[in-house]
């Protein structure tokens, strides 16, 4: 079954921040430049959308929130997975080792990995410089990596931390320059256009009596298009969802300290009542005590 490009109108409309739609559109020039040139139909359509969107990452490129934090979190939790994988598995050999070399052996790992322990708790650039010294390390024991199946967690490590300080640095620059908000929606908003003709051609191509081997490229730019889709379509309901969660714990403590609040005033009048009343007895007895004029003491006297 031929696929049709997936609903995004919402996502680069309204749903996602400019950043993340520099992210998106970069991703799917990315995709489909390898079957641009075989599609005659995005001779016109291409162009276009090339240059509005050279002109949004542009003018947007000085904005303050080309790379999202949640984009940079997003890739420091990918990395710190990883870090974590591998210390997993060096502590499960370091435990189960039966034989003296291997024990030997994941004793030299272990303590790389002591050595480097809670680097995720570090500042960003501090954590990156931590993790590249981990990676370099730990590449001293080629042949103990392939032995106890880290070598590709290293290698994934590697590259996200690689990856990290890319977007991180990127980032760090666009904060300390200045933008055109309006500019910025504008052109947002022409590369999107420009997108959707892309679109249209695709989804008309497929629709059309083409060659087998045509119809392929058109499915495989698709297919492209419909993953970053869904890639960002994630990335923006987690984040919706984790402001949903914040917002509910936010009205959670806000109705247990109303709560608490309300019981201590409760409680405070409440003994406030009690002294009260302890106060009044203790009057009331003081009135009735002793002798008084009249009363007789123990040998019939009256009491002076």
């Given at each position: 079954?031929?696929?049709?490009?997936?609903?995004?109108?919402?996502?680069?409309?309204?749903?996602?921040?400019?950043?993340?739609?520099?992210?998106?559109?970069?991703?799917?020039?990315?995709?489909?430049?390898?079957?641009?040139?075989?599609?005659?139909?995005?001779?016109?359509?291409?162009?276009?959308?090339?240059?509005?969107?050279?002109?949004?990452?542009?003018?947007?490129?000085?904005?303050?929130?080309?790379?999202?934090?949640?984009?940079?979190?997003?890739?420091?939790?990918?990395?710190?997975?990883?870090?974590?994988?591998?210390?997993?598995?060096?502590?499960?050999?370091?435990?189960?080792?039966?034989?003296?070399?291997?024990?030997?052996?994941?004793?030299?790992?272990?303590?790389?990995?002591?050595?480097?322990?809670?680097?995720?708790?570090?500042?960003?650039?501090?954590?990156?410089?931590?993790?590249?010294?981990?990676?370099?390390?730990?590449?001293?024991?080629?042949?103990?990596?392939?032995?106890?199946?880290?070598?590709?967690?290293?290698?994934?490590?590697?590259?996200?931390?690689?990856?990290?300080?890319?977007?991180?640095?990127?980032?760090?620059?666009?904060?300390?320059?200045?933008?055109?908000?309006?500019?910025?929606?504008?052109?947002?908003?022409?590369?999107?256009?420009?997108?959707?003709?892309?679109?249209?051609?695709?989804?008309?191509?497929?629709?059309?009596?083409?060659?087998?081997?045509?119809?392929?490229?058109?499915?495989?730019?698709?297919?492209?298009?419909?993953?970053?889709?869904?890639?960002?379509?994630?990335?923006?309901?987690?984040?919706?969802?984790?402001?949903?969660?914040?917002?509910?714990?936010k009205e959670e403590d806000k109705n247990e300290a109303d709560?608490?609040?309300?019981?201590?005033?409760?409680?405070?009048?409440?003994?406030?009542?009690?002294?009260?009343?302890?106060?009044?007895?203790?009057?009331?007895?003081?009135?009735?005590?002793?002798?008084?004029?009249?009363?007789?003491?123990?040998?019939?006297?009256?009491?002076?």
């Amino acid at each position: 079954m031929v696929p049709i490009i997936r609903t995004f109108r919402s996502l680069l409309g309204n749903d996602l921040s400019h950043g993340q739609v520099v992210q998106f559109h970069s991703n799917i020039i990315k995709a489909l430049e390898p079957v641009v040139a075989s599609i005659v139909a995005f001779s016109i359509v291409w162009p276009r959308y090339l240059e509005a969107f050279a002109r949004f990452k542009t003018d947007f490129k000085p904005n303050r929130q080309m790379f999202e934090t949640q984009f940079i979190t997003q890739k420091d939790g990918e990395r710190d997975f990883t870090v974590r994988s591998i210390t997993a598995k060096i502590a499960y050999y370091h435990t189960y080792a039966q034989s003296p070399e291997d024990k030997e052996d994941i004793r030299k790992l272990t303590f790389i990995a002591e050595t480097y322990k809670r680097s995720d708790s570090k500042e960003y650039a501090a954590e990156t410089s931590l993790l590249r010294n981990l990676i370099a390390d730990l590449r001293k024991w080629p042949d103990l990596l392939i032995k106890f199946g880290i070598r590709e967690l290293v290698d994934r490590l590697e590259t996200e931390n690689t990856d990290f300080e890319t977007w991180y640095s990127e980032r760090t620059v666009e904060l300390h320059s200045k933008h055109t908000e309006g500019d910025v929606k504008s052109l947002r908003r022409a590369t999107n256009l420009a997108f959707a003709d892309v679109c249209k051609v695709l989804d008309g191509g497929v629709l059309t009596p083409i060659a087998a081997d045509l119809t392929d490229k058109y499915v495989t730019a698709i297919n492209a298009i419909n993953s970053n889709i869904d890639e960002f379509a994630i990335i923006y309901n987690r984040h919706a969802g984790m402001l949903k969660a914040h917002k509910k714990k936010k009205e959670e403590d806000k109705n247990e300290a109303d709560a608490g609040k309300a019981g201590l005033i409760y409680n405070k009048k409440n003994n406030n009542n009690e002294e009260k009343a302890g106060a009044d007895g203790n009057g009331n007895g003081a009135a009735t005590e002793g002798p008084t004029a009249g009363d007789k003491g123990p040998a019939g006297e009256t009491a002076k």
